[in-house]
């Protein structure tokens, strides 16, 4: 049952990064026909308001991969000074705070969506599209993300290290080759 559940989650993780991945695409085949098609008179209506909406969807849908593989931001002064059963509570309350503001967003993101969708809140642009289609990327980019958060809680709690803490380089050439794959 728990390898079942881990898989799940896996997948769920992968599959909004490749979903990221799809916008971040969708944005580039949009600005370079906005950016051709202007100097020959071809126009995308409502381009703008499609890039805008891949952005958002690109950014929020990205959050729990990147949590996931150890990529997201995390400043580490203190906690990176503490070991043994301090470092693990502090890690366990950073997990809790963390959690809790993403849940925070989640819910007031889902609640937007879901009025959006209730009230057929309609886009204000040239292409009238209902505004809930685009704010699913930021709400569920959130809600997966918060999944990320209790799922990493849970194994953290259990006494494990936690998956997104990359292993501290031992040579001068893993610490370069950190600073690569990050992209520092």
Not at 44 to 61: E, K, N
Request: with cysteine; aromatic share 14%.
């Amino acid at each position: 049952m728990g390898s079942m559940i881990r898989r799940f989650l896996d997948r769920l993780y992968l599959f909004a990064g490749f979903a990221a991945g799809a916008f971040l695409v969708a944005i580039f085949v949009l600005m370079m026909f906005l950016s051709a098609g202007r100097p020959v008179g071809f126009n995308i209506p409502a381009g703008d308001d499609l890039v805008s909406w891949c952005m958002v969807a690109t950014s929020f849908l990205g959050l729990a991969h990147t949590f996931r593989h150890g990529e997201m931001i995390r400043v580490g002064l203190l906690i990176d000074r503490l070991e043994g059963r301090t470092r693990h509570i502090i890690e366990i309350a950073s997990l809790l705070i963390g959690g809790f503001f993403v849940a925070f967003f989640f819910y007031y993101a889902a609640q937007m969506t879901i009025y959006s969708w209730r009230f057929n809140d309609m886009a204000q642009g040239v292409l009238a599209v209902p505004l809930w289609i685009p704010q699913l990327g930021y709400s569920g980019g959130l809600g997966i993300l918060l999944i990320a958060f209790i799922d990493e809680l849970i194994h953290v709690l259990r006494g494990n290290t936690p998956r997104y803490e990359k292993p501290k380089p031992q040579t001068a050439e893993e610490a370069v080759e950190q600073a690569i794959q990050s992209a520092v």
